[in-house]
């Protein structure tokens, strides 16, 4: 780790990094998911793949390919409550990370941080 003598913003700093390294797992589990189920539950009839074949990228094409199987495929009938919930939850998840990820700190304290993102209207 790196020491910045005096840095009252160090724990702030070590939070990101854990964060960071949070996210990498959750992409690491979504993505184990999708290749198993691809596999495994007929995910190769999706209208997901059928569109663009098994989604390797792209997080939220990832989550959707998963929110269709557990809604159609009767395999995973008894696990479709705790699949969609944690799909709900790595969405969220997903992002609180780009907020603080994709944002810039305007201000910060040891008991307050304020954040800026701009936000693009097409």
């Not at 780790?1 to 990498?24: K, R, S, T």
Request: neutral net charge; glycine residues 6%.
């Amino acid at each position: 780790m790196i020491e910045i003598p005096g840095d009252h913003n160090l724990p702030i700093y070590i939070a990101i990094g854990v964060m960071v390294v949070q996210w990498g797992y959750v992409e690491e589990f979504i993505s184990d998911y999708v290749l198993l189920l691809y596999h495994k539950c007929d995910g190769k009839n999706s209208k997901t793949c059928r569109k663009g074949g098994m989604p390797r990228s792209q997080f939220n094409r990832k989550l959707a390919f998963l929110n269709e199987i557990f809604l159609e495929s009767h395999i995973l009938d008894k696990y479709r409550d705790e699949g969609l919930s944690l799909i709900c939850r790595a969405k969220e998840f997903s992002k609180n990370r780009d907020a603080i990820i994709y944002s810039a700190i305007l201000f910060l304290k040891p008991d307050f941080l304020q954040l800026s993102k701009h936000q693009y209207d097409d």
